[in-house]
């Protein structure tokens, strides 16, 4: 069984992050082209119980007694985090119970609108929340939202987030080459980020995508994005791949497959990962043999994902 707990990884927004997987793979509000899981198995926006929340907690306190220093722990999962009804619970139980770290939560803001979410979110010490577009039609095209959700509702959620929330409120906008790059779509989406007590991330693909034709934003393109930004907010570009700095936590299957579920790795990583483990590169070929995890390529670059 694959651990809900896993890493820590390398994250170019928040240092070294525990990450807490608390949706199964994958269940999510959005299909986003880009996304380097692949395509959403089951769209919904009901929020449920995936798993017991005291074995999250449990996952997670275990996880940390072996580790060290820390910067985050952080809900980032194989799909929407917020579809979790015991996440704002379980927020609480690692704040009260684990202070070696700060919790943090990646969201796509696609359920900002409910004010159970919002509610639960609170708890957290930094929210990183998705804005790609601004524009529906955009939108639409590159996150491929659930049927029921409307990005003029989901826009004023996140503006009454922002008011409400006393925690980190981060912004991260995916561009893609030909979809949502445009300079004039820059303007409004930093002019609506202006709007929130936030710092914005601009980002491009650099793992597999889920549609092969996907490209990441060329780099004067997102020049001229980080230019726009700049004139109203704080921002920074995450565009090239993050540390090597994966941790070994003595279960190399089990470290490894926790993580390929939700981060794929670069050939490079993952061969520094071995190292660590003291192992050879014989022990993923045995893994691809077994149908456990898949070699992708992406810009002539090799990666290696969790197969489900």
Not at 134 to 153: A, C, F, M, Q, Y
Request: some cysteine.
């Amino acid at each position: 069984m694959i651990g809900i707990a896993f890493g820590p990884v390398p994250s170019r927004r928040l240092g070294l992050s525990l990450g807490v997987n608390n949706i199964p793979p994958k269940i999510c509000t959005y299909s986003c082209v880009y996304c380097q899981l692949g395509r959403t198995r089951r769209m919904q926006v009901e929020r449920e119980t995936f798993f017991d929340p005291e074995r999250v907690v449990e996952d997670v306190r275990k996880k940390m007694e072996s580790l060290q220093v820390i910067d985050f722990i952080t809900f980032v999962p194989d799909g929407e985090p917020t579809l979790d009804v015991n996440i704002g619970y379980e927020i609480e139980k690692l704040k009260d119970e684990i202070a070696k770290a700060k919790v943090a939560v990646i969201t796509n803001a696609s359920l900002l609108w409910r004010e159970d979410v919002r509610k639960d979110l609170s708890k957290a010490d930094l929210v990183s929340v998705k804005i790609d577009s601004v524009d529906e039609t955009i939108w639409r095209r590159i996150n491929r939202p659930h049927g029921s959700l409307r990005l003029r509702k989901i826009m004023e959620g996140i503006l009454d987030f922002s008011k409400e929330f006393d925690g980190d409120l981060i912004t991260e906008t995916m561009l893609v080459k030909g979809l949502n790059d445009n300079p004039e779509l820059a303007e409004k989406v930093a002019e609506f980020v202006a709007k929130l007590d936030a710092r914005a991330y601009l980002a491009a693909p650099i793992r597999p995508p889920a549609e092969e034709w996907v490209l990441p934003a060329n780099k004067e393109t997102i020049e001229i994005w980080r230019e726009i930004f700049s004139e109203r907010v704080e921002v920074d570009c995450i565009t090239m791949p993050e540390s090597d700095a994966f941790a070994y936590t003595g279960n190399l299957e089990g470290d490894l497959l926790s993580i390929l579920a939700v981060h794929p790795m670069r050939e490079s990583s993952l061969r520094k990962f071995l190292e660590k483990a003291n192992s050879s590169w014989d022990f993923i070929e045995r893994l691809i043999d077994e149908g456990k995890i898949e070699e992708k390529e992406y810009g002539s670059v090799k990666f290696y994902i969790r197969k489900f």
